[in-house]
Each structure stands twice: as structure tokens, then as C-alpha cells.
């Protein structure tokens, strides 16, 4: 009868065993990824759950992130970045794109005027500008065809809707992984007029990656950010240079999504303390990658 007794009460626990091992533990999809193999990822890990402890980030929220070193040509930290979220502001990135694409091939004028456009439109995120340039290259449906044609490998990107005059934009899709693709391209000058393109991203605006971080004033950032209540996002190339003073760049991504936030009953704090909150982990987290990226090229920075 004992034998009989714990031979049920071993089946329970590596019953048991086998089930927590199956549960959701953590928010990386690409762990068993052999081409990833950094402490970053665990270490970015590590912080959201911190953030879901503390009540900050609900169970209805989900973050995606990527750290890709542009020295190495290699990407660092993948957490959910196929998952498909609302694009927000960042669909600007592929607006201009379309735009340049249209330039290069001879069916636009890159006129004052649009210059001006894209400035308003990148620096001071101006849903008019993305509107001016989303009517002069057909419309939406037109836009994101091209961007389909011609660009394939933003796959999970969609360009479906104008962005309201109220800004709410909700319909527009893309992912942390095709904002990272878009960044390595860019930087890489696979992209049409990348060099210009980088003019506008350069250009300061406000961001969650950079500025109320302890990352050095000496770095430089080419950067977007998206914002809507229900998604915070903020994706660009931040330019370090090591003891040495060589270049080290890499592209950092992070997005945070609560799709129940589209719904104006299910907010219980102000837009602008929601942005708030999820701004601070985002610039949290982008300290840490600041911090790992640095030391691994023999600098001595120091998160504390």
C-alpha cells in the first residue's frame, strides 16, 4: 500500500512538474533561439516582470522588444517581436519611406514644401504632414500596396487607415521586428535616400529611450515614437562611441500594448499619466541595454 501511495504521489508532482514547465514563464518567445545568445535578453525579461510585481503593467499589456548591435550585425535580445500591435505615430516611418521610394523612382518632387512636411511629420510627429503625404501618394490603401511590392520584408506592417484629427489611431499594424529591420536598413543605406532620411530621425524630438535616462548626453539618437492610449513605442538607432572613439551602434525597440485601452470604459487613469507610466520602463529598460552594449565594447559605464 505505500509503494502504491507514493508511486501516485510521485506521478502527481512530475505530473505537475511537466505542467508548470509548459506554463507561460516568460514573455520571450526566441529563448531557444541559438542565434541568441546574450544575458540582455533575460536581463530585459527580468525588469517587465518587475514592472508586472508592482501592479505598473496589467495582465491585458504586452510588450515586445529587440536589441539589434549594428557593429556586429547581430540581433541581441528578440522578446516577441512578430507579435502584430498598433503602429501609431511609428507608421510615419513607412510613410516617409513610400515617399522617398516615389522620389527615387521619379514620380515626385522632393519640394520645399515637402520637406517641410516631413519635418513636422517625423520631429513633431504632425498627424496633418502623415495625412498631407498619405493623400499625395494615393491614399492609405495605395501606400501600403507599394510598401507590400516593394518591400516584402515589413510583413507584419499594415498601412490601413488616415490618423483622425482626434489622433486615435487604432487600425494601422506593425512590429518590433519590422522596426528594427527598418533601422538596421537605414543604417546600413538600404534604404531610398537613407542619408536623408536619417536627417529627419536625427532631428531632436521627444523620445523614450533617450532623454530622462542616465545615457550620456554624448550619444546620438535617430528615433520615433508612437503613441496612442493603448500603445507606447519608441524605436531608433542609438549611437555610442566606445574608449576607443569608435562608433557603436545599435537599434533598440520597445513596445507596450493594452487593447483594451481602445475602449474609453476601461481606462482608469489620464492619458497622459498612462503615457507616463509606460514611458519610464521604456527608458528603464533602454538604460540597461545603454549599459551592456557600452561595457561590452570595454567601456565603464555604471547603471546604479
Known sequence: ?????????????????????LGPTTEIQAAHDPTIDSPLEQTIDDVIKQFRR????????????VVHDLTRGKKLVSINENRQMMAASLVKNFVMLIYFHEVKQGRLYHSNRNKE????????????????FMRLLGGPYRVNSKLRANYPVFKHTKIIEYIPANGRTYRN???????????VRLWNNKLPYSDKMKYYFELPNGDYIYKKTRIPASAKVLNKTGTVYGLIGDSGIIVMRDPKGNLRPYVFTGLIEDKT???TRRRRISFGAWVGQRANILRRVSERVYDYIDNTYGGSFVLR
Open 173 to 183: 499594424l506593425t512590429s518590433a521586428r519590422d522596426l528594427n529591420e527598418f533601422y
Open 54 to 65: 508592482k501592479g505598473t503593467l496589467a495582465s491585458t499589456e504586452r510588450t515586445s522588444f
Open 1 to 21: 500500500m505505500i509503494n502504491v501511495y507514493f508511486k501516485r504521489v510521485i506521478g502527481i508532482l512530475v505530473c505537475c512538474g511537466f505542467c508548470v514547465l
Open 117 to 132: 512636411h516631413l519635418k513636422k511629420m517625423i520631429r513633431y510627429s504632425s498627424n496633418t504632414s502623415t495625412n498631407y
Open 261 to 263: 485601452k481602445t475602449n
